[in-house]
């Protein structure tokens, strides 16, 4: 009954190729997050998506682009993958309200390396 | 300059004392997050506030929005309160992140 679930937990993949990460949550809300954790385990929002609508978008290359199929599901493509690329890519969810996102919940990680 | 500060950085406490990791922040907000993050990787939400104080077992945060700081208090620590706690603040949708504070609490 995992709230917040990745797919894969690891990937390791050539620079150049193209990858999807998968999250989804059955937690009802209507927010969700993708998250990197760099080397140095400095965490940085990269996008948010508020019922199926783009609310965040972060200075991130045009290599990535994330995909919401439904409120329960963010998905996150990264195309011509590059070595920097190589992180912890975190997914989480939250219930709007108000100003403020409540709690979030945070998906396992999803550990990329790209050799 | 990091619009969150942390400190201290790194922490080794004995089992059972009291401890205080603060954060401090340059942008007005709409609310503050404490993060923790265990050592294997996964990370669970410990508060979210907008003002005054909150309390969840031995962990206690406060906020003092004037001074534009928090603190997060661990009582009585434990060595299973190892982890790498992080400060994130909210201005709408907008998330800044400390850098963290990696607590250590030795048996």
């Known amino acids: 009954d995992t709230a917040v679930s990745q797919t894969p937990k690891y990937l390791v993949t050539q620079m150049g190729n193209d990858k999807s990460i998968k999250c989804e949550q059955n937690?009802?809300?209507?927010?969700m997050y993708w998250y990197k954790q760099d080397s140095k385990k400095f965490l940085k929002i990269m996008f948010s998506?508020?019922?199926?609508?783009?609310?965040i978008n972060e200075t991130v290359p045009n290599r990535f682009s994330p995909k919401s199929p439904d409120k329960a599901h963010l998905n996150l493509h990264i195309n011509s993958l590059e070595l920097g690329d190589s992180a912890v890519y975190f997914c989480a969810s939250s219930q709007a309200s108000g100003l403020a996102q409540e709690t979030q919940y945070f998906g396992p990680g999803t550990r990329l390396l790209v050799l | 300059k990091n619009e969150v500060e942390q400190s201290p950085q790194n922490l080794t406490a004995q089992e059972g004392e009291f401890i205080t990791i603060n954060c401090s922040y340059s942008?007005?907000?709409?609310?503050l997050h404490w993060l923790q993050q265990h050592p294997g990787g996964g990370i669970v939400s410990l508060f979210m506030?907008?003002?005054g104080k909150k309390k969840h077992g031995r962990l206690i945060a406060t906020i003092n929005i004037q001074e534009k700081h928090s603190s997060l208090h661990i009582t009585a620590s434990h060595p299973r309160d190892s982890a790498v706690y992080i400060c994130?603040?909210?201005?709408?949708?907008?998330?800044?992140f400390g850098t963290g504070t990696s607590l250590t609490v030795i048996p």
């Open positions: 937690l009802g809300h209507d927010t």
């Open positions: 994130a603040v909210q201005r709408t949708r907008q998330f800044y």
């Open positions: 998506y508020n019922n199926k609508e783009l609310i």
């Open positions: 942008v007005g907000i709409s609310a």
């Open positions: 506030l907008s003002s």
